[in-house]
């Protein structure tokens, strides 16, 4: 299956108006928003788990990475509650479920091998530091080689520099209205910008985003959309 596998392709998916799609295992559903594979696959979706839903025991042969958007996430080493980051790299396993339900963004077969770092992260505990313009917060998570994992969190009003992605950019809007020349992206939008793409990011309203960086193949040529002229 291929689903916005092209990464030289600019994404922009408003998640919450996709249908949940089952998975194999009961009352467990998904959002997908890309794919590259079958039922093993580099993949990124966002995932629900009803109350008292389980999967399997399985190995990620490709590393996995999640963020815990709704509910408690729970495997054999601990509870997430929402708002925790969590990585298991390449060659962990575990046996994931959940009690009370939850809603995760993940991110299956997008890790190095040498990334052997288990990350756990509640943001809601974690410190912010400032951004590099006023109006910016910057929570880091993860970094290893050219990857940069981060949520950001925009003032109203704030408006950042124009400025290219070299590796790409992934952006997943966690509350409020992230918005560039190119568009308006409310919650649950999910971005991907190409390697070698630009634009100039700002919020009108205020916005807490996820975005990883410097993960996309800088080898091909990236399409830029045309940007929306407003009156």
């Known amino acids: ?5 092209d990464l030289s392709q600019r994404v ?3 998640s919450e108006e996709l249908p949940w799609i089952d998975s194999p295992m009961p009352g467990v559903q998904r959002r997908m928003l890309e ?3 079958e039922e093993v696959a580099r993949a990124t979706s966002i995932v629900r788990y ?21 509910g408690t996430f729970s495997d054999e080493y601990g509870d997430y509650p929402a708002g925790t980051y969590i990585r298991n790299p390449v060659g962990s396993t575990h046996t994931p479920f959940s009690q009370n339900g939850t809603t995760i963004l993940v991110k299956l077969w997008q890790m190095h091998p040498h990334d052997q770092q288990r990350v756990v992260i509640n943001t809601n505990q974690a410190g912010w ?3 590099l ?18 949520l950001v969190k925009w ?20 509350d409020g209205v ?31 985003i996820y975005v990883k960086t410097g993960h996309l193949p800088s080898t091909i040529e990236p399409t830029f959309p045309t940007a929306i002229v407003t009156q």
């Open 1 to 5: 299956m291929k689903l916005h596998a």
């Open 12 to 14: 922009v998916i408003p």
């Open 35 to 37: 794919r590259d594979g």
């Open 50 to 70: 009803g109350p008292n839903s389980h999967f399997s025991a399985h190995n990620h042969g490709g590393g996995e990475e999640f963020f815990v958007l709704e």
């Open 129 to 131: 530091f400032p951004g």
């Open 133 to 150: 313009v006023d109006g910016l917060e910057v929570m880091p998570l993860h970094s290893f080689g050219s990857e940069n994992v981060a």
């Open 155 to 174: 003032t109203p009003g704030t408006q950042f520099k124009h400025h290219s992605h070299l590796g790409g950019e992934e952006i997943f809007v966690l």
């Open 178 to 208: 992230f918005e560039d020349e190119f568009g308006v992206y409310p919650r649950g939008t999910w971005l991907r910008n190409p390697s070698g793409s630009r634009h100039t990011p700002f919020s009108q309203s205020g916005a807490l």
